[in-house]
């Protein structure tokens, strides 16, 4: 999440009162993942049930998609990082259901956002963002 070669995890919480999409900051190269602190950042107020994290518009900074299940999954989010580091959103209206991929469908070179749905039989495609 800030390219300094240590994996980090993005998580959301999901029955906190005020739910939100965070990122954990591994600690190397700097430290180590089992004996030093996580440093905890706040992404933005949503729940998501999916999530997955990847360079959705190509430019070689690590986007979030995020959706939520059931009735409350007809939408998707999709999470980037301003220059400030200050992360926006855009939401993006789909069928109801649970289930989030990302992929490069149609080898562009980008990611896709692909979403599965448990209630639709059809998969739709969406173009990321520009
Ligand atoms: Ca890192
Ligand atoms: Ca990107």
Same mark, same amino acid.
């Given at each position: 999440m800030d390219g300094d070669g240590g994996v980090d995890i993005a998580i959301s919480q999901w029955y906190a009162q005020n739910p939100c999409i965070e990122w954990y900051e591994n *600690? *190397?190269?700097?430290? +180590? *993942?089992?004996s030093d602190p996580w440093k905890r950042h706040i992404i933005g107020p949503l729940r998501a049930h999916d999530l997955k994290v990847g360079d959705i518009d190509g430019d070689g900074l690590l986007e979030i998609a995020t959706r939520n299940q059931g009735? !409350?999954? !007809? +939408?998707m989010v999709i999470w980037k990082r301003d220059a400030a580091g200050s992360w926006n959103n855009r939401v993006l209206q789909c069928p109801a259901g649970e289930g989030l991929a990302l992929g490069?469908? @149609?080898? @562009?070179g980008r990611h896709r956002r692909q979403e599965s749905s448990q209630t639709a039989v059809d998969q739709r495609l969406h173009e990321p963002d520009k």
């Open positions: *600690p *190397p190269p700097r430290g +180590s *993942p089992v009735k !409350n999954g !007809n +939408s490069d469908i @149609n080898r @562009n």
